[in-house]
């Protein structure tokens, strides 16, 4: 395993031989893994509900993954009961006892990373690069909610004393029993990044993953574990959102909520998760991501980025850089730049070493880019791509070609997420008007900028409506935060909270405040 060699979302290229040889069996290795049953996991109990679907590969629809077994709503009612049972031993546990299953989780990640990332490249589509990142920054993340209790010491605090002898302390307590509800995208990194900060808080945990995302899911599980992780502190169901995740979300016994995916859907649970008392639902609801070019920019620097962030995995991720603003002066420049780099992506099996960008998810997301397309033909100009690829194997897959279009500013394609490889491009006449545009959205999850005059950097820096902000950043405009490094979250409908994952306030969340007050006399 070469794990002196680190991979981030920043990461530009990997030329280290051994890592790919280690990727390169692992992906032999989990291919005689296809085709198997995957249970529901109830405290411990592996359950075949006799209820299946069929998981494939969006690489290549002939291609069996696995069979996943669906969660009941019996079965969610069981998990929650087992939880809520388990959530005062687990609880007093303790705090250090905790950090050190959570520690021990994220080293059993790294120990598993080619043959995590590997399936994950089959399951969701993944390039090389990017399951890695995926699994590293899943490691990175327990690692840093694990730091952040021990810095803290359990986050309790001495008080004042008001005279009588005794014990004053402030104390964060777990909420109890906490739903984690995961996404496609991220298969790893926002399911065990939201549940480890769940559970190192003292939480018990009940965990649903996307349908397409589900065997990383039950990879998660294992790895839990082979941490030692206890069978009534994480369960594993899943299933249709509309049965399992309806169980789980109105349920009066879920204390708190997790949740990542589109804006309907969370602002659906933010709304009505909490019915007889408030309840913490922490949502993150995707972007519409902005890109300010001014005529100071550095234009390689800037179309770098751009690209990274419009077609790293295919623009389906919430960060992805979905519109770009340049100011008239370069614009011309800055497409034909982004035209040549976009045009130069290698497209094909993400299996593959040199394969940049993979299929998207599934033909719901081949919908949303025809008709995408349509509109900017209809409206508007395609720059470059605007087409499904059917030729060879990759007409066995969801390939689509990564396209950049000129659309009026006016048209919905500046609105909304699209969540495929379609970036739209627009000139501006001044600074002022491309933050008006920036931040004129229900969003506010990342944003990009590229100048080299520092006075519109701070322009930008204070005016922009975003929770993620970058500035000339070449491996990515809008695209790839690092706990610890850049803390993760949105504003305004892209997040509920205002805090962000991998930063010093997340795993607050998952605890509330309790004064203690203990009179010796």
């Given amino acids: 395993m070469a794990q002196g060699f680190r991979i981030t979302y920043a990461t530009m290229s990997a030329d280290n031989e051994e890592l790919h040889r280690d990727y390169d069996a692992a992906i032999e290795k989990v291919k005689t893994q296809l085709g198997t049953t995957i249970p529901v996991v109830v405290n411990g109990e592996e359950r075949a509900t006799g209820s299946t679907y069929e998981l494939r590969s969006p690489i290549d629809s002939d291609l069996l993954l696995a069979h996943i077994s669906m969660a009941t ?5 069981d998990a929650i009961v087992a939880a809520k049972t388990f959530a ?16 021990r989780t994220a080293d059993i990640i790294s120990d598993r990373r080619s043959e995590l990332a590997a399936m994950m490249a089959l399951e969701v589509g993944k390039s090389r690069l990017e399951a890695l990142g995926d699994v590293e920054e899943t490691a990175d993340l327990m690692r840093w909610n694990a730091k ?12 004042q004393s008001m005279g009588a002898t005794g014990q004053y302390y402030d104390v964060l307590r777990p909420y109890g029993v906490w739903a984690v509800i995961s996404p496609f995208n991220f298969p790893m990194a926002l399911s065990g990044g939201p549940s480890s900060g769940a559970l190192v808080a003292g939480n018990t945990v009940v965990f649903k993953p996307a349908n397409q995302g589900a065997l990383l899911g039950w990879y998660l599980y294992e790895v839990y574990r082979d941490a030692g992780i206890p069978a009534g502190a994480f369960h594993y169901l899943p299933g249709r959102g509309a049965i399992v995740g309806d169980a789980i979300v109105h349920h009066p016994d879920v204390d708190g909520i997790t949740f990542t995916g589109s804006y309907e859907v969370g602002m659906g649970i933010y709304k009505t998760f909490a019915t007889d008392f408030p309840k913490p639902a922490i949502c993150e609801m995707g972007g519409k991501n902005p890109t300010i070019v001014t005529k100071n920019a550095d234009l390689d620097k800037a179309t770098d980025g751009v690209m990274r962030s419009a077609f790293g995995f295919g623009g389906q991720k919430c960060s992805a850089n979905s519109r770009v603003y340049v100011q008239r002066e370069v614009y011309d420049d800055f497409v034909r730049t982004l035209k040549d780099k976009t045009e130069a992506i290698k497209i094909g099996d993400p299996l593959e070493k040199d394969v940049y960008l993979g299929p998207v998810i599934n033909e719901a997301a081949i919908k949303t880019y025809e008709e995408a397309v349509d509109e900017a033909r209809k409206n508007g100009t395609i720059v470059t791509g605007g087409e499904r690829i059917t030729e060879g194997n990759l007409a066995r897959g969801n390939f689509v070609r990564p396209t950049v279009a000129e659309v009026p500013l006016d048209n919905w394609l500046w609105e909304k997420e699209l969540f495929v490889p379609f970036v739209t491009v627009a000139p501006v006449d001044t600074l002022d008007q491309a933050l008006e545009l920036a931040n004129d959205t229900e969003y506010g999850l990342t944003a990009g900028f590229y100048s080299e005059d520092e006075k519109e950097q701070q322009e930008f820096l204070d005016r922009i409506e975003a929770g993620v902000v970058y500035v000339n950043r070449r491996a990515g405009a809008t695209t790839g935060a690092w706990p610890g490094v850049q803390p993760f979250g949105g504003w305004k409908g892209s997040g509920t909270t205002g805090k962000a994952g991998g930063g010093p306030y997340y795993v607050t969340q998952y605890m509330r405040e309790q004064s203690r007050t203990v009179i010796a006399e």
């Fill in 88 to 103: 005062i031993e687990w609880d007093r546990m303790g705090w250090k006892k905790r950090v050190e299953l959570i520690r």
């Fill in 148 to 159: 952040e209790v021990e810095d803290h010491e359990g986050f309790v605090a001495p008080m």
């Fill in 73 to 77: 709503a019996t079965d969610a009612e």
